[in-house]
């Protein structure tokens, strides 16, 4: 028999409202910080229907832009604090190669950002990774650093840290709405709750739930295909575990970017992702015809009899995740313009899992009035203009 309920607590030092990597780790700082923080899940823990789902992630510290590199170190401090609060592993150091053309802007700056680096020709790269097939002229920059994430068992670890200071995590619970003020309350399907304060970290709902505070973000939901293709020769170098994950920039055959991670999760199949997907509602991604054609995998085909020759050129295995993207591909961590005890971070592009440790803490920051500890010039939400309605 179920014992008699309790009667719900419903004012908090802070709400936050999604329970993906960047709502958790928000919320774990917090309850570090000893606030009373509830973190509002609007489904079932675990789900795949967000951005956090699934077994890998690739962290590096090479990057173009050097506001995310200069952010990595602490990163990476983070989330070794998180594996010893846990016991657990949660990263798997692989390298990375970032493959490009030499005198490529992206390419420098990603050499730049590493300070000590190390650049492959394609002989090079092919005795040391006989996987990979560069062509003539291209070359590999080498991130040792780099590595991947056990995306599923970090999530895990996160919420458990978060309960374990205190925090309340509830799940299965879908905010309806949110009123503004000194106070803000937020309805629930399950309740009404009350905090001087609100934090937003929904993905690719929050363009949705923003517009309700009068605020008309820039955040486009892609649904990503997310393929994985089996070697020809099981146990080949191309996927095997000493494989380095990679990713390209500039290269013509790959606008948006490819990458890919050594066979983790499926034994003998590597994941080879294209860094793009298709405009989508985050309550609509599955009306997409099954049949449809799938552009973004005919260039992974493409790309893979190229320049992984040991793979098949037909994915083994696709599932699906969401994208939110900002029109620069740059995070959004800041406060609501007109309400300033509300604080959002979103829009990250698909490359935001690695550095969920900092964006909790600068969200954590933001919202408690607290001086960030990195530069937040390129995630302010008033490099949009017109954000605000009208009418607000
Ligand atoms: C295929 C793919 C590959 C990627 N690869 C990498 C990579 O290699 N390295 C890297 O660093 N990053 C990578 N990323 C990006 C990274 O995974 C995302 O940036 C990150 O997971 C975003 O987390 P989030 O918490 O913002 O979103 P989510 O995980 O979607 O969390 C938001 C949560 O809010 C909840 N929510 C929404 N609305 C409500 C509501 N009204 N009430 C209550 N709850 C609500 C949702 O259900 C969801 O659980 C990849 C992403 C994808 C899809
Ligand atoms: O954040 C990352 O490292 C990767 C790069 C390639 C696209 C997916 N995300």
Redesign the pocket.
């Given at each position: 028999m179920a014992a008699p309920s309790q009667p719900q607590k419903s004012t908090y030092d802070v709400i936050v409202i999604g329970a993906g990597i960047q709502g958790s780790f928000t919320a774990y700082h917090l309850a570090q910080r000893h606030k009373d923080t509830l973190l509002l899940e609007q489904f079932l823990l675990p789900h795949s229907r967000g951005s956090s789902h699934g077994q890998s992630?690739?962290?590096?510290s090479a990057y173009p832009q050097e506001y995310y590199s200069r952010m990595m170190p602490d990163s990476f401090r983070l989330w070794q604090q998180l594996e010893a609060e846990t016991g657990t592993t949660l990263y798997r150091q692989t390298g990375?190669v970032v493959l490009g053309l030499p005198g490529e802007p992206e390419l420098e700056a990603c050499r730049r950002s590493l300070g000590v680096d190390e650049v492959l020709d394609a002989a090079a790269l092919a005795q040391r990774f006989p996987g990979f097939r560069l062509q003539a002229g291209q070359v590999a920059v080498l991130d040792s650093t780099a590595g991947v994430l056990f995306a599923d068992r970090a999530l895990r670890a996160v919420q458990e840290v978060f309960r374990r200071h205190g925090g309340t995590l509830q799940d299965g619970e879908k905010v309806l709405h949110i009123e503004p003020g000194a106070t803000v309350t937020v309805t629930t399907t399950a309740g009404v709750y009350k905090a001087p304060r609100l934090i937003i970290t929904a993905g690719a709902w929050t363009g949705a739930l923003v517009e309700q505070l009068g605020l008309h973000l820039p955040l486009q939901p892609l649904r990503i295909n997310v393929c994985y293709w089996r070697e020809k020769q099981p146990g080949s170098a191309s996927s095997g575990s000493v494989s380095p994950?990679f990713?390209t920039l500039g290269l013509s055959q790959a606008p948006h970017?490819i990458?890919g991670l050594p066979s983790i999760e499926y034994p003998g199949l590597m994941k080879v992702?294209h860094?793009h997907g298709s405009p989508t509602d985050p309550e609509k991604r599955d009306q997409a015809p099954s049949s449809a054609p799938h552009p973004d995998v005919a260039v992974l085909s493409s790309f893979i009899s190229s320049y992984l020759p040991g793979l098949e050129t037909q994915p083994a295995v696709m599932e699906t995740c969401l994208y939110t993207n900002t029109p620069d591909e740059d995070f959004i961590l800041d406060r609501h313009p007109k309400f300033s005890n509300i604080v959002i971070g979103a829009g990250f592009s698909?490359?935001?899992?690695?550095l969920a440790p900092v964006v909790g803490k600068l969200l954590c920051e933001l919202s408690l009035g607290e001086e960030p500890s990195h530069n937040m010039a390129h995630f302010a939400i008033t490099r949009f203009p017109g954000v605000l309605a009208a009418a607000q």
């Open positions: 992630r690739i962290i590096r990375l994950c990713l970017g990458y992702c860094h698909g490359h935001g899992f690695k």
